[in-house]
């Protein structure tokens, strides 16, 4: 019978192969504190690499580290641009808000179609016409050349009371003539000083006025535009002795000086008798000056 083996006659390849000391067993593990992993080389099952390996590993390592470089300078770049581009907006934007709260505010409106009628008010005072009694007022403006016998006249009495007549004359009288003395006196408190015109009213009824020196007020029609083109008076200006407005163009947001011919003006109101169209529309209020605007300047609308 053999005799079995004592772990002294084991060999020990530790001694020929420089092994990974875990992956035995203990028996064959050196028991050397200072050596805890052995390099076995082929039983390790890791080949070393040849020449030709190392550098392709080396160069692939170098490629991707210059790619990592790059995507990193990228992304900066992108960074960078994305700021810049952020910064151009806000200014372009800050840019066009201020360009924006320069432009002068106005109100825009279409000129309306409507009837205009102008009216002379004024003082009267009854006075004697042979069997009768009349009215007369004093008149030295311009309305008076719109004023034609025959033309509808309202009389008013101190009470309230309204009586209805006609124009029955139209006299232009020198200062001193008898019924402008004694008359212009009673209805202005003066003296008349240059020629005046006396136009005279015959009531509808005439037993309505029984003395002279009645005071009265009078009401009469000196101008009817029917169916006109009319615009706000604040619209209108003057250079001269042209009228203008300024015409706003919705699609450019600006605008245009406009020549027209203009007719009466009465209550805010002015009558265009030539060059504009009902479509159009009118700057009729400015947030600033009329000296500041010009022909084609950028405006806002008021909202």
Not at 123 to 147: E, L, P, Q, R
Request: hydrophobic share 35%.
């Amino acid at each position: 019978m053999n005799k079995k083996p004592e772990h002294s006659d084991v060999s020990d390849f530790s001694k020929v192969f420089q092994i990974d000391e875990a992956s035995l067993p203990d028996e064959l593990i050196e028991k050397d504190p200072d050596a805890s992993t052995r390099n076995l080389g082929f039983l390790s099952g890791e080949p070393e690499l040849s020449e030709k390996e190392k550098r392709e590993i080396l160069e692939k390592e170098k490629a991707e580290k210059k790619k990592k470089q790059a995507n990193r300078i990228k992304n900066r770049m992108l960074i960078i641009l994305s700021a810049a581009v952020l910064l151009f907006i806000a200014v372009f934007g800050i840019s066009i808000a201020v360009r924006e709260s320069r432009k002068p505010v106005i109100t825009a409106e279409k000129p309306v179609i409507q009837t205009v009628s102008r009216y002379t008010e004024g003082n009267a005072v009854t006075v004697s016409s042979g069997n009768a009694y009349k009215a007369v007022f004093i008149d030295n403006d311009y309305d008076v050349h719109y004023i034609e016998p025959g033309q509808a006249v309202e009389l008013t009495d101190e009470n309230g009371t309204v009586y209805t007549g006609k124009i029955s004359d139209i006299k232009e009288a020198s200062p001193d003539s008898y019924y402008i003395k004694d008359y212009y006196t009673v209805l202005t408190g003066d003296l008349p000083a240059t020629a005046v015109y006396a136009v005279f009213v015959s009531p509808d009824d005439s037993s309505v006025f029984t003395k002279e020196g009645t005071p009265l007020k009078v009401k009469v029609l000196t101008k009817t535009a029917e169916d006109a083109l009319t615009v706000k008076a604040s619209a209108v200006f003057t250079d001269g002795n042209q009228s203008y407005v300024w015409k706003y163009s919705a699609f450019g947001k600006t605008l245009e000086k406009q020549d027209v011919k203009t007719g009466i003006t009465v209550d805010g109101i002015t009558v265009i008798l030539g060059g504009l169209d009902k479509n159009d529309k009118v700057a009729v209020t400015f947030s600033c000056s009329e000296d500041k605007i010009y022909d084609g300047i950028k405006v806002k609308t008021e909202k």
